[in-house]
């Protein structure tokens, strides 16, 4: 009786079974009816013809022979080659400061910490690459899990706030790598950021850009909030100011206005500098109107409950209402952090050699006239790499975070 | 001994006035609470219940008459109102749990923050909490997770890590469905026999009769009648407070 009772009541409970053949999916999805199954034949046949379009040129026409032999500029531009090792010794650390990272924050060997160990070790097989890179990158990926687990055994507490702390030492340690500091001999004579270039100074204007301007723009939205009616005005002004400005137009302002605003006598800021100050103030508006949204879905009785545990507004802020307003904006926040990365080639219009300023010098040379395409096609593509990487880390993150909230 | 401590005046309002723009939301009420006393506002929908026990911990600022708490004046002066507010326990309507945080971590954070207590003697005392309201099993848990039955024991226990002096409950079974309404009830009665002093807004008539050592109606922002439930419920003077009684009975 009650076995026959439980195994009906077991085939109740049980969804009715999909099919999950592929043709049944496609009958569904693509041609569930005419007018879907014209739209499926014209969009597949116009994929069809842009993919073989771009395939012939890919494997006939394009000469390929422009980014092996302008390597070394696309991905560092002038920066010296016997200072490379430089970039080698700044990738080593950041491999370890991710492991050490990864093991502060979450503490646990997940898929995707492996995918991330992964990449350097991916990399080695670009065909491009030479046994010394390959040899390089096998370290990158040596000192990420070494770090990983040796992190278990240092004594610190597993907190993201020392996670931040390791970054923050991290971007002071690796800055004074590669500017050097041992003037024009030495150890390490300075290389100045002038020369930086290419991938390198892309890159290194998004990561600086996003994590300086991020605290600025955090400050400027609770700014916004904030009682003081002398603090929010500033930060209003200073938003809607920003807000009102192309980046393009702060870049150029920064190369020849900056010094305006210093005292006489200043030492002239670098132009790299420069320009990453106009990044950065013009990204933090941005954060800010973004955090501003976060900020608004915290319900009162958030503050009311922090409030009647005799919690002050600083601790407040700290640990309820930030933790909930930034999580509630990850994804706004890394779509504009990718917008950042994409707006630094910018700079190449104020004359610094960023990738895509790079990309303009190696198609103005003579050596290379008419590979436009190609080199072109590869900035694009690098750029999709960093870009689809970061919103993909960022669907991950909110899943993790999702969990168990509200 | 035990008289004089069980007489002292806890709470002291004193005229207390409060106005939302033009809107006089509180007039002149005044109220004076024993320590381990538990009083019991009812009164009809907006009439400033909770207005009035907000203005005590100072969520609401009153702009007239006088506050004393445990002997401090609640003025503006920010060391008052901190002083008051970690003496003072609230358990709000909506719960207010933080949801980012887990169920121990929110009970030990403002005992970490504020108290400066240890890690491990918060984690204590928040575990010993959750049994006394009877759900150790969800400590790591997220607010999320929870029933709303189970989340306002939580947000119980919460207030309770500051160890208060006085809890102030502001309707703490209005969204709860029926059948949760009793767990919390059973707490809050638990913890009036342990000798709290509680300042209890609700409907629930049955908990006001049984918990209650006064109570307290009233209607349109003033104060109208106070005294035991025994008095209410059998000769209630104000025609409006025998009529409010006859609807909700
Ligand atoms: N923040 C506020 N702004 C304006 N009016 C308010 C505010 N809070 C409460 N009120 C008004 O004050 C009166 C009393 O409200 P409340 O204390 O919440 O009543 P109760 O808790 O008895 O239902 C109501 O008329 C309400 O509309
Ligand atoms: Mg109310």
Redesign the pocket.
Request: proline share 5%.
């Given at each position: 009786m009650t076995t026959a009772a439980d195994t009906s009541l077991d085939r109740s409970v049980m969804p009715p079974s999909e099919r999950r053949t592929l043709l049944g999916w496609m009958r569904r999805n693509l041609f569930s009816d005419l007018l879907n199954s014209a739209l499926t034949v014209v969009a597949a046949a116009v994929v069809f013809l842009v993919a073989l379009l771009l395939l012939r040129w890919a494997l006939t026409t394009a000469q390929w022979g422009v980014i092996p032999a302008n390597f070394n500029l696309i991905m560092r531009g002038q920066y010296p080659a016997e200072e490379a090792w430089r970039l080698w010794l700044a990738l080593y650390l950041l491999g370890g400061v991710i492991g050490l990272m990864w093991r502060l924050i979450s503490g646990k060997f997940s898929t995707a910490a492996l995918i991330v160990f992964l990449i350097p070790l991916a990399l080695r097989e670009v065909p491009l690459f030479s046994w010394m890179t390959r040899f390089h990158l096998l370290v990158v990926a040596g000192a990420g899990a070494g770090a990983f687990y040796l992190g278990a055994y240092l004594p610190i507490q597993r907190s993201v706030r020392a996670a931040v702390y390791v970054l923050l030492g991290y971007l002071v340690v690796m800055l004074v790598i590669l500017r050097g500091y041992s003037g024009d001999a030495g150890p390490m004579p300075t290389v100045t950021t002038i020369l930086w270039g290419g991938l390198l100074l892309s890159l290194l204007l998004a990561f600086f850009g996003i994590t300086l301007s991020f605290p600025l723009g955090v400050a400027l939205a609770l700014g916004r909030q904030s009682k003081l009616p002398a603090i929010r005005i500033i930060s209003v002004t200073y938003i809607e100011f920003i807000r009102g400005v192309p980046l393009i137009s702060l870049l150029f302002m920064g190369q020849v206005m900056l010094q305006l605003f210093l005292p006489d006598g200043f030492p002239l800021v670098d132009r790299v500098l420069r320009a990453l100050v106009a990044i950065i103030l013009f990204s933090a508006a941005y954060t800010a109107e973004n955090v501003r949204g976060g900020l608004q879905s915290i319900s009162r009785g958030q503050y009311e409950a922090a409030q009647a545990l005799g919690l002050s507004t600083y601790r407040t802020t700290m640990h309820i209402i930030l933790p909930q307003a930034l999580r509630a904006v990850i994804p706004v926040l890394v779509g504009q952090f990718i917008s950042l990365f994409k707006d630094t080639t910018l700079v190449a219009l104020v004359g610094l050699f960023d990738l895509l300023g790079i990309a303009r010098t190696i198609t103005a040379n003579p050596d290379w006239l008419g590979t436009q395409q190609e080199v072109f096609v590869v900035v694009a593509l690098l750029f999709w790499i960093f870009s689809y990487t970061m919103s993909y880390a960022s669907r991950r993150i909110e899943q993790r975070l999702g969990v168990g909230e509200r | 001994m035990s008289e004089n401590a069980t007489s002292e005046e806890i709470i002291i309002c004193q005229d207390v006035c409060k106005w939302?723009?033009e809107?006089q939301?509180l007039k002149d009420c005044s109220l004076r609470v024993r320590a381990q006393e538990v009083v019991v506002i009812i009164?009809?929908?907006?009439?400033?219940?909770?207005?009035?026990i907000?203005c005590i911990n100072r969520l609401?600022e009153h702009q007239a008459g006088d506050i004393i708490v445990d002997g401090i004046p609640l003025t503006r002066d920010v060391r008052n109102i901190e002083q008051i507010r970690s003496e003072t326990g609230m358990v709000f309507q909506q719960f207010n749990l933080f949801p980012h945080l887990t169920v121990l971590e929110n009970i030990t954070l403002a005992p970490i923050q504020v108290r400066k207590m240890h890690k491990d003697e918060a984690h204590e005392t928040a575990m010993a909490l959750l049994n006394r309201v009877g759900i150790p099993e969800q400590a790591d848990k997220h607010p999320g997770q929870l029933s709303g039955g189970q989340q306002q024991r939580v947000a119980i226990a919460r207030s309770l890590a500051m160890s208060p002096k006085i809890m102030l409950f502001?309707?703490p079974t209005s969204a709860l469905d029926p059948e949760m309404i009793k767990e919390v009830l059973d707490v809050m009665q638990e913890l009036a026999e342990t000798g709290m002093t509680m300042l209890v807004?609700t409907h629930e008539m049955g908990f006001a009769r049984e918990v209650a050592d006064r109570i307290v109606f009233?209607d349109a922002?003033e104060i109208m009648e106070v005294g035991t439930p025994e008095h209410f419920f059998t000769n209630a003077q104000h025609e409006r407070t025998k009529l409010f009684l006859s609807q909700i009975l």
């Open positions: - | 939302f723009g809107f939301a009164g009809p929908s907006g009439s400033g219940k909770s207005t009035f907000r609401e502001d309707e807004v009233m922002g």
